[in-house]
């Protein structure tokens, strides 16, 4: 599993604010109105997210809860409390303190290694990323196959999906873009510029088709600093057997609101006013 830390996207260090504002931006992604289009399987995985994001945003920000949690992470346990009668108590003897003498029972159990509750945070039935990428997809897959009927899903490196369309162009009176998606941490110029060269190789395309990436990313560089990385790839010449268009279309994962280049065909401002609305 991971640990609260990381399912909130916060340091160990984050103070009572950053936690509670990482907890509404998180939560705020898992809404069911987010969701609802998606389907029941997304649907419950959304909802175990949710409910994962509460006990982690609960627990960290209770300071007592948020303490026995730091130290159960770092492998140990709070030592026990010792009750004063008064001022004057006796120390507790050595000999009588357990965490400072070993046990030297033979049956005792020794203490757990410190790396092994860490990695029982670091294992989970489905992460975070895993359970956005899924929706994500999902939801492409539906515009695409409502505009152009049914796909082809063909596996290409660097891509967590790819979408072709099986109708003809005289069918549809257009040649039916084929469409890339990746989903990333961080959609800046370098993520646009390597998303063009992966999808200029990826050889999809087919006659006249353009060819878009939905390039999706949590954290967004700057607008102008994406406006001038998608204009500069979309002025690369692909290969002499590339497609004749070839766009990347940065797609913000909290809002879906988009940023594409100008020039851009019309089959292509169809897709995107679709995904984007």
Known sequence: ??????????????????????????????????VIHLGPEFQEMAATRAAELTVAYKTLSDPLMREQYDASVAGFELPPTIPQDGPQSAPVPAAAEPRIQPPVESDSQPPPPPSSAK??????????????KRAITARVHGIVENLYGPTETPAIRGFDAVLVPVA???????????????VSEVADAAAVSDAWSAASRARVHAGKSPVVVLL????????????????????????????????????????????????ISATVRKLIDQVCA
């Not at 003809?168 to 990746?182: A, D, E, N, Q, W």
């Not at 004749?244 to 279309?249: D, I, P, R």
Request: proline residues 10%; aromatic residues 8%; hydrophobic residues 35%.
């Open 119 to 132: 990695r029982l945070f670091e294992t989970e039935r489905a992460g975070r990323d895993q359970i956005l």
């Open 168 to 182: 003809k162009p005289r069918f549809i009176g257009s040649y039916p873009p084929r469409v890339l998606v990746r």
């Open 216 to 263: 999706f990313g949590r954290q967004l560089a700057p607008p102008r600093e994406l406006q001038r990385a998608m204009e500069g790839a979309s002025r690369q010449r692909p290969a002499a057997d590339g497609p004749a268009e070839l766009v990347v279309v940065v797609v913000n994962t909290g809002d879906w609101t988009c940023q594409a280049p100008d020039g």
């Open 1 to 34: 599993m991971k640990s609260h830390y990381d399912l909130l996207s916060v340091p160990p260090n984050a103070d009572a604010d950053t936690i509670k504002k990482a907890f509404r931006r998180e939560i705020a992604r898992y809404h069911p109105d987010k």
